[in-house]
């Protein structure tokens, strides 16, 4: 009764007024009105310290450790984002696995085989998910564009079924992660899990299935309004001839199952096969392309509402390094926009942010227990890697929380906190003064949040520290001060300005 309780009035809490926690959040208009894309040059007012550089590091990675901070601070932050873009271009691709190809049985096969086959794929895939948690923390800015693409060119294992598939299709997200827009739009249609997620080996010349053309404009590339339903039967049709091949993988192109006829779309006339359809959209429709991949890439970066003073100034970059997206990321993360006093710690953690930040503020790795349970807590939260709730992704922010995934969220970083081999005595010694109670609570504070609580909040943590003892026999190498300051940071991680970044 006392957990339903307490879960309950949690719950609520998040929803009430919270002064500095809930203005960040109450207001959906766009923010940093007053910042341009200009680079962010630190001044008295505005310096380069802790706070800023973990805004950098919690919106281009995963999770903020303190000894990033120390190494953010020995450059100027435009060094320090150059170099966190720069690793992620320069990071080895990760070697493909023993099961690439792993083909399904064969014509013939057995119940059994069969059955083998795809229990296996279910853990492959599994493991596959484990595995790209690890390069999230290994190559945090690569994997970071690579979880913002996922989350654009959707595709859902549940229907392509196979996990080598899941490979080839995040190697060309990785691939293209910061490279060319239109190169990447070409490449990730004559994906495999892509033709089968979205009915391409389905749109045949007899019987054109709409399904890609429909996402390629709504979704992929320009956005609602700026087609008309002609364009995509017309589309769909020029995209007809494409299969693939169950038990090699290979994706192959049929004459006779494609549409050689004339085809007219956005004013253009002609015999357009797949190659054409990308050419002329982006001739045709490149203003709202840009500003479409740009809208998507500021909501993932700075902030829900898009800014479209700044959106289009990023349009505009896009469209003059030819669709290239290295230097438009590089412009928006270094820009003074993007330090706006407004946009930090306006945005909610993702699942998997939450997850990853927990394990990489206290700088430890999971056990083999909690290992394995982090994929089932990701689709507790909301967010079950190669699987966006629909072909629009994941709406992210907001929907985030909700009285189901608060409760887990809550949950998870208790567990984590108890279960997994942390040493909170050496976090506390990193901080600036571990011995002074007061201190060592602020600078714990700052270093696990992205906001400044309410007052009340910040009144109530020397005494969750000490626990009833004295503050004058603090000591941070006492017997029980690790369990001290471990229930602390659980507490900390209970608090509504924790879902915060």
Request: glycine letters at 6%; one cysteine or more; hydrophobic letters at 40%.
């Amino acid at each position: 009764m006392f957990k339903e309780k307490l879960d309950h009035e949690k719950v609520k809490a998040i929803h009430q007024p919270r002064e500095k926690t809930r203005e960040k959040l109450d207001n959906p208009k766009a923010k940093g009105l007053s910042t341009t894309l200009n680079e962010f040059i630190p001044t008295a007012e505005k310096p380069w310290d802790k706070k800023r550089a973990a805004h950098v590091i919690r919106r281009l990675s995963f999770g903020l450790h303190y000894n990033d901070l120390d190494t953010a601070l020995l450059m100027t932050p435009s060094q320090f984002i150059d170099s966190m873009i720069d690793a992620a271009l320069n990071a080895e691709m990760p070697a493909a696995p023993e099961w690439e190809n792993k083909y399904p049985p064969g014509w013939g096969a057995s119940d059994e085989e069969v059955i083998q086959y795809f229990s296996e794929n279910f853990d492959l895939y599994i493991e596959y998910q484990t595995e790209w948690t690890a390069l999230m923390k290994a190559h945090p800015f690569r994997e970071k564009m690579v979880l913002f693409w996922h989350n654009h060119f959707v595709t859902e294992i549940g229907k392509y079924e196979l996990a080598p598939y899941a490979y080839r299709h995040f190697s060309i997200l990785r691939n293209n992660a910061l490279g060319n827009v239109k190169d990447f739009v070409r490449e990730i249609g004559l994906d495999q899990a892509m033709l089968i997620y979205l009915d391409g080996v389905e749109n045949r010349a007899e019987s054109p299935n709409e399904n890609y053309a429909r996402e390629l404009l709504e979704l992929f590339t320009m956005g609602i309004g700026n087609y008309t339903q002609t364009d995509i039967e017309e589309i769909a049709r020029a995209l007809t001839g494409y299969w693939v091949n169950y038990f090699d993988f290979s994706v192959n192109f049929a004459a006779e199952i494609h549409d050689a006829g004339e085809k007219t779309f956005f004013g253009r006339t002609g015999n357009y096969d797949y190659n054409d359809v990308i050419d002329i959209i982006f001739e045709e429709r490149e203003q709202e392309i840009a500003e479409y991949i740009c809208t998507k890439i500021y909501k993932f970066f700075v902030y829900e509402t898009p800014n479209e003073a700044i959106v289009s100034e990023l349009a505009q970059l896009l469209i003059n390094e030819n669709f290239e997206i290295e230097p438009v990321v590089r412009t928006l993360l270094k820009s003074e926009h993007f330090f706006d006093d407004e946009i930090m710690g306006a945005m909610i953690k993702s699942p998997i942010e939450l997850m990853l930040g927990l394990q990489i503020e206290v700088g430890e790795g999971l056990n083999e227990d909690l290992l394995s349970w982090q994929p089932w807590q990701l689709l507790n939260l909301g967010q079950f890697l190669f699987s966006p709730v629909n072909v629009a992704g994941w709406p992210g922010h907001r929907a985030w929380i909700s009285t189901t995934t608060l409760p887990f969220r809550w949950q998870y970083s208790a567990i984590h906190a108890y279960a997994a081999s942390i040493d909170p005595v050496s976090i506390a010694k990193a901080m600036s003064n571990p011995n002074d109670p007061y201190q060592l609570v602020e600078d714990l504070a700052e270093y696990m949040l992205a906001v400044d609580l309410p007052q009340a909040d910040k009144d109530a943590l020397p005494g969750v520290l000490l626990g009833g003892i004295p503050d004058y026999e603090w000591s941070v190498d006492a017997g029980g001060a690790k369990w001290r300051i471990l229930s602390l940071m659980s507490h900390i991680r209970q608090l509504p300005a924790y879902q915060l970044k």
